[in-house]
């Protein structure tokens, strides 16, 4: 019997690794001489790079690279040297978990650390470069990451744009005379599951701008802010990508990597998918037990139970979820791949409870999944 272990990771509680294993301990209680695959994973936003450096062998990286809030962060990431592909979680460097809740601040944090940690990867020898783009603190069009790779902002005074979004607004003259030539010979992917314009009531100030510390005011301000670099870059680059899909991911630096980088948005979970092979390792399976933190009706926008199942579905291979949580709306799963769905506590417990007992409960969880496939005559 072949099983296909591919969770993602359970905000604050165990990597996607770290998940696989604790179900695969499970399993073998009920079927110790099952085939275990581990397959973690993840859907472009934090833990991208742990869960394919476990199932691609990589190396771990770090760089000392400019915070959000402009003080020294040490963020890593991944390199696959066979490939030549660099993995690059923008949170590392620009995420909102570097911010303490009452330092956010959407008009001036930015993404300059990405840019950094980008020039890392151009300085490894990238010739594939991988922006997993969920979790910014930042609302800045990617104007940092663009600025420590080149890209020069100016006033109407000639003088270099302050960081942050708000500095945008008086955006007069973009210069490319000092852009890093390496970015044109390297391929780049977004990988993430957000696919907002970048202005616009949908955009990326108005829909993320409120959970970074911007007030209503700020928010209107940020979004004209962002149209005008949007103007300046559309004149600059000959194309303009700000109502694109996606332009408006990670406060606009999905739309700095499609303008600047010509980036390819994808779904997240489907990039992680590719380069840990769970395609080829879910074909002739008999199962495949994937899970998430929360599983409910946001799980249809890309998460990594709905890839996974999509995935197993082609294969006609059953797919069971196990989840911290269910919410509302999980059942929607149903018609999309998933055959059974299980929460992780056993009765009545706190969130804190379920975060340090979560090894032991996913454990136990996948034995009762197995006892159960096994008592209706499946193995």
């Known amino acids: 019997m072949k099983i296909i272990i591919a969770p993602d990771s359970f905000k604050d509680s165990l990597s996607a690794e770290g998940v696989a294993q604790a179900i695969a301990e499970g399993l073998a209680q009920v079927w110790p001489d099952a085939e275990l695959v581990q397959c973690p994973m993840a859907d472009g936003g934090e833990g991208t790079v742990d869960a394919v450096l476990a199932a691609c062998k990589g190396q771990l990286r770090h760089h000392v690279v400019r915070g959000p809030l402009g003080t020294a962060v040490e963020a890593h990431w991944g390199w696959l040297a066979d490939s030549h592909t660099a993995i690059i979680e923008m949170a590392e460097a620009s995420g909102l978990q570097l911010v303490p809740p009452g330092q956010r601040d ?3 944090t930015t993404t300059h650390g990405t840019g950094e940690l980008i020039r890392a990867a151009l300085d490894a020898g990238a010739e594939r470069i991988i922006l997993a783009i969920g979790g910014s603190a930042t609302n800045d069009g ?3 990451a663009m600025q420590a790779l080149g890209v020069q902002l100016f006033d109407a005074e ?3 744009l302050a960081p942050g979004g708000l500095a945008l607004a008086r955006l007069a003259r973009i210069s490319l005379e000092h852009l890093d030539p390496r970015l ?3 391929r780049f992917e977004i990988a993430a599951d957000v696919n907002n314009p970048l202005c616009g009531p949908h955009g990326a100030s108005a829909i993320f701008g409120p959970q970074k510390g911007a007030n209503p005011e700020q928010v209107q301000q940020l979004d004209a802010a962002l149209g005008r670099f949007a103007d300046h870059c559309a004149n600059m680059l000959s194309k303009d990508v700000r109502d694109e899909p996606g332009s408006g991911a990670a406060g606009g630096l999905g739309f700095a990597a499609k303008a600047f980088f010509g980036a390819q948005f994808r779904a997240g979970v489907e990039v992680v998918a590719e380069l840990v092979g769970l395609d080829a390792a879910v074909r002739g399976a008999d199962l495949v037990i994937t899970g998430e933190g929360r599983f409910d009706a946001q ?3 890309g998460k990594t139970p709905f890839g996974v199942a999509r995935i197993a579905r082609q294969h006609k291979v059953p797919v069971i979820v196990i989840a911290g949580t269910l919410g509302d709306g999980y059942e929607q799963m149903y018609a999309h791949g998933v ?13 804190e409870q379920a ?3 979560a090894p032991r409960l996913l454990s136990e969880r996948a034995a009762d999944v197995a006892r159960l496939w096994r008592t209706a005559g499946k193995h």
Request: with cysteine; net charge negative; proline share 10%.
């Open 106 to 108: 959407a008009c001036t």
């Open 142 to 144: 990617g104007a940092g």
């Open 158 to 160: 000639d003088q270099p």
């Open 184 to 186: 044109a010979q390297v």
């Open 299 to 301: 799980t249809l926008r």
């Open 339 to 351: 055959d059974a769905a299980f929460a992780l506590p056993s009765g009545p417990m706190t969130l």
């Open 355 to 357: 975060c340090a007992e």
